[in-house]
């Protein structure tokens, strides 16, 4: 059930993309009544961890072991991944072409407190970015060493300004609390083209465009170049 909810605002979110709504006036509206709750209405990059993904699958799986084709759980999994997908297609949408190009990625794990990366939005995501010709510098407060056996060949940094260096973009994709207070004048400095794909919602978007910042976060109001 959480894996469907996260997934429905995520929904919801992408749908305020395209028409230029809020999706936290949405959530937050959704979230005062008791039968919902505000909790896991969170827009992002989609679930991911030990659990949700695993128990979703098998869940699906057992229901087609019984001749059920449980289309609401199908369209979970398949949502979920297509999520990963999109965030792809707006850092694609600021940069054009990735391959060459440096992305500075904050964040590894599947969430904040946990070296966990397991199906992590994350590494899904700079996965594809790989794929698309692009290198990556990355942090993460705890799941660096586990990053590393699965993807050696990224360039693992010390700290967030170090990883954003010279970089053509700036990703947020995980809610670490350390990242929601970040230099950004330091950081804009430090990029090459002060792009901020901000998975998370941590900043709010008018702060980023006084700052000079092209922005664009997850069903929220966007910042593009004119």
Known sequence: ????????????????????????????????????????????????GSCFPKDTEALYHFSSTCGYDFKLLKGVISANKRQRELMLEKIKHHIGNLKGKTIGILGLAFKQNTDDIRKSPAIDIIILLLK??????????????????????????QDEYETVEGCDALVIATEWNQFRNLDLLKIKKLLKSPILLDLRNLYDPDKTKTLGFIYEGVGRKKYIKK
């Open 1 to 48: 059930f959480l894996a469907t909810k996260i997934t429905f605002i995520n929904e919801i979110a992408n749908l305020c993309d395209k028409v230029g709504a809020d999706v936290h006036q949405i959530a937050k509206a959704m979230g005062l009544d008791g039968r919902i709750s505000p909790k896991f209405l969170h827009p992002g990059p989609g679930y991911g």
């Open 132 to 157: 698309e010709g692009a290198l990556i510098r990355c942090f993460d407060p705890l799941a660096m060493d586990n990053t590393r056996k699965i993807l050696p060949n990224l360039t693992y940094c």
